[in-house]
């Protein structure tokens, strides 16, 4: 038969341990968070998803277009690339997390 396997089935790799995110934004969904960019830019928006690469999904986005008129303008539902985030913070205030890079004694 032409281009049958004829060598051992596919073995799925070993059992990995999950690797874990960073930040844990889970106590943040469904509420509003500000993201500032590399670049300046900086949106506000209700936070409805996220992954381990800090890519997030923010609903009722609202970009401020400039610091020296203040107008806002509507983006609606986003896809936001987390090597590109600078800045999270929630709008409701902020907390000091501990350094996940920081070496433990």
Same mark, same amino acid.
């Given at each position: 038969?032409?281009?049958?396997?004829?060598?051992?089935?596919?073995?799925?790799?070993?059992?990995?341990?999950?690797?874990?995110?960073?930040?844990?934004?889970?106590?943040?969904?469904?509420?509003?968070?500000?993201?500032?960019?590399?670049?300046?830019?900086?949106?506000?928006? $209700? *936070?409805? &998803?996220?992954?381990?690469? !800090?890519?997030?999904? #923010? +609903?009722?986005? %609202? /970009?401020?277009?400039?610091?020296?008129?203040?107008?806002?303008?509507?983006?609606?539902?986003? $896809? *936001?690339? &987390?090597?590109?985030?600078? !800045?999270?913070?929630? #709008? +409701?205030?902020? %907390? /000091?997390?501990?350094?996940?890079?920081?070496?433990?004694?």
């Amino acid at each position: 038969m032409r281009g049958a396997r004829t060598g051992p089935p596919n073995i799925p790799p070993a059992d990995k341990p999950k690797r874990e995110a960073i930040l844990d934004l889970s106590k943040y969904a469904n509420h509003k968070i500000r993201v500032k960019f590399t670049g300046g830019r900086e949106v506000v928006g $209700v *936070l409805k &998803g996220f992954d381990q690469l !800090l890519n997030l999904v #923010l +609903d009722d986005v %609202e /970009e401020d277009v400039s610091a020296s008129n203040p107008t806002k303008r509507s983006l609606g539902l986003v $896809v *936001l690339r &987390g090597p590109t985030i600078t !800045l999270l913070s929630p #709008l +409701d205030g902020f %907390e /000091e997390i501990a350094n996940p890079f920081l070496a433990e004694e």
